[in-house]
T-cell receptor
Framework: DVKVTQSSRYLVKRTGEKVFLECVQD?????MFWYRQDPGLGLRLIYF???????EKGDIPEGYSVSREKKERFSLILESASTNQTSMYLC?????????????????FGPGTRLLVL | GNSVTQMEGPVTLSEEAFLTINCTYT??????LFWYVQYPGEGLQLLLK?????DKGSNKGFEATYRKETTSFHLEKGSVQVSDSAVYFC??????????????FGKGTKLTVNP
């Protein structure tokens, strides 16, 4: 069974703190994604990675950075958290070698991390 | 550019009613089309997909047909259940500059089914 896990379901941080959100997938997928989900705005892509140490900006990268040192792990970093970064953060993965689970296009999502910045 | 427009909710239905959630898209090339579902407190999960024109995706009684001529991928179910209450997202695949596939999502439609 495909699995994407996120380090926390709920997180409360203070303005100015550095925040790390971790995502791990066990499907040997090449691609990993970070989204934020806000009411009325749907899902917006922050960053994605198509290989270890490779990354591309999504639609709203400002205020965020990412790290992918290992294939299975993709971290989202808020360098200095602000109240407008209060949101639900969703990680996803897709695309693997022929013997990995899932097809190439379908993204598999983690349960999400609900972040509150005070 | 690529975009997805889906009907705004919320949608409230009685159990056993017929469901349609409209989705239209704008895309270059021939994207694959998806419906994802998000149950309360969970992440998104794939409901169904279609990869080329006239393909029909189906799962759990839900269906959607890839209509290239109308650039649509409407979601339908003949008889909804209370357990179908969730948020539904339409999405299309798009190639990034690096060549990997990324998804473009609609804003989501919240469905509530009452007993």
């Amino acid at each position: 069974d495909v699995k994407v896990t996120q380090s926390s379901r709920y997180l409360v941080k203070r303005t100015g703190e550095k925040v790390f959100l971790e995502c791990v997938q066990d499907m040997d997928h090449e691609n990993m994604f970070w989204y934020r989900q806000d009411p009325g705005l749907g899902l917006r892509l922050i960053y994605f990675s198509y290989d270890v140490k490779m990354k591309e900006k999504g639609d709203i990268p400002e205020g965020y950075s990412v790290s992918r040192e290992k294939k299975e792990r993709f971290s989202l970093i808020l360098e200095s958290a602000s109240t407008n970064q209060t949101s639900m953060y969703l990680c996803a993965s897709s695309g693997g070698s022929e013997d990995s689970t899932g097809d190439q296009e379908t993204q598999y999502f983690g349960p999400g991390t609900r972040l509150l910045v005070l | 550019g690529n975009s997805v427009t889906q009907m705004e909710g919320p949608v409230t239905l009685s159990e056993e009613a017929f469901l349609t959630i409209n989705c239209t898209y704008t895309a270059t090339g021939y994207p694959s089309l998806f419906w994802y579902v998000q149950y309360p407190g969970e992440g998104l999960q794939l409901l169904l997909k279609a990869t080329k024109a006239d393909d029909k995706g189906s799962n759990k009684g839900f269906e959607a047909t890839y209509r290239k001529e109308t650039t649509s991928f409407h979601l339908e179910k003949g008889s909804v259940q209370v357990s179908d209450s969730a948020v539904y997202f339409c999405a299309l695949s798009a190639n990034s500059q690096g060549g990997s596939e990324k998804l473009v999502f609609g804003k989501g439609t919240k469905l509530t089914v009452n007993p």
